[in-house]
């Protein structure tokens, strides 16, 4: 008889910690930063128990840099931050993104801009995870709603980062990092883990770790014997720096390519009476824990209402969107900044109303303000 699943009653940095080691996390490089430090250090006395490493680094440009460090060693490797912090990561995440190093950024939002609000939530590093590092980069970022999720958008996270090769970002606010909800913790095996491939090259000399033959090469570990070069730079096959415009072209193109090829296999989506929507509620994190409240509410008042909450935010997800939006006479997206997203909505439904709602005063945008606009379209 199988052992029954434990259950924990678990704040949601503790979930995403647990999640990182369930999928196989094995290094972390961070700096302490309100509202993720706790990630951080759950894993700096869980990690050693595994024969992981932790270590805090003297800022977050180390932290980001270490972590790109530990994932060339052959280790999945974790940093977590939040918005100011985010911020001095970005060159080393276009490091990443370009020398295709897979690894995981957590980023419990906070208000901003500059330090901000550091113990209140905010939604408001949508673009600066989609478009925070210069030049046209690869991006995935999932986004939980609920402390079960981080736990297992974690997972997806790492496995999204090992299957292409890339950095991957989980987006959740503070108010889900800090609340404490039950998980329960699935078996070993129960959850898909991936690793990244694994080279088959005989011949260690003649290992390449840009292989033109694959979608998503093989990454070899250092210290294994196979001798590599990695660079930000424009490369060539063998990862030594290249003028060739045309492999330039080439390789900017497959880095992105990759994502966009996969985006099926990379959404993640929730529907909520969508097939009827007139009144279509576009939400993520607690703005959509209160968006549901809203769209039952609504229902229950005969308005045809429903909801899409994206577990991807990036690559954005168009195509559901607009499937869930096939019926809408308007799209209504609450969000905790003065209008990210939104933006994204109008430019994926031309010619379909779409009404932002905004809050950025340290405060979660409440079941009552998201009924109140549904209301003006019953």
Not at 41 to 58: D, V
Not at 69 to 95: H, R, Y
Not at 117 to 129: E, F, K, L, R
Not at 152 to 166: I, P, Q
Request: some cysteine.
């Amino acid at each position: 008889m199988a052992a029954e699943r434990v259950k924990k009653l678990m704040q949601g940095n503790e979930a995403c910690a647990e999640g990182a080691l369930y999928a196989g996390c094995e290094f972390y490089a961070g700096y302490p930063i309100t509202p993720s430090t706790e990630i951080g250090e759950i894993l700096s006395y869980k990690l050693p128990l595994i024969g992981g490493k932790f270590i805090q680094m003297e800022d977050e440009i180390g932290g980001m840099a270490a972590t790109i460090g530990g994932s060339l060693a052959g280790k999945k490797s974790l940093t977590a931050t939040s918005g100011p912090g985010l911020s001095l990561k970005q060159e080393c995440i276009g490091f990443a993104a370009m020398a295709e190093v897979p690894c995981v950024i957590i980023n419990v939002m906070r208000g901003g801009p500059s330090t901000g609000y550091p113990t209140g939530p905010s939604q408001s590093d949508i673009m600066a995870t989609k478009w925070g590092t210069h030049g046209d980069t690869p991006v995935i970022a999932v986004t939980p709603s609920y402390v079960p999720e981080i736990f297992t958008e974690t997972v997806r996270a790492f496995n999204l980062a090992e299957k292409y090769r890339t950095p991957v970002f989980v987006l959740f606010d503070e108010i889900i990092g800090h609340m404490r909800e039950v998980v329960t913790i699935p078996h070993p095996g129960e959850l898909e883990v991936i690793d990244r491939a694994k080279t088959d090259v005989e011949n260690k000399e003649d290992y390449l770790p840009y292989d033109n033959r694959f979608e998503i090469p093989p990454l070899a570990p250092f210290g294994e014997g196979y001798r590599y070069h990695v660079t930000g730079l424009n490369h060539d096959e063998d990862g030594f720096p290249t003028n060739d415009s045309k492999k330039i072209d080439a390789g900017n193109r497959k880095i992105l390519a990759k994502i966009e090829n996969n985006k099926e296999d990379i959404w993640s989506c929730e529907e909520v009476d969508t097939e009827d929507a007139e009144v279509l509620v576009f939400a993520f994190g607690s703005s959509a824990r209160s968006a549901s409240f809203a769209v039952r509410e609504a229902r229950k008042q005969g308005i045809k209402a429903g909801l899409l909450r994206p577990l991807t935010i990036w690559p954005f997800p168009d195509e559901p969107l607009r499937k869930a939006a096939s019926k809408a006479k308007v799209v209504i997206v609450p969000e905790l900044n003065l209008g990210q997203t939104v933006l994204e909505v109008e430019r994926t439904l031309p010619g379909v109303k779409v009404e932002g709602l905004h809050r950025v005063d340290g405060e979660p945008i409440t079941p009552a303000e998201i009924l109140e606009v549904i209301d003006k379209y019953k």
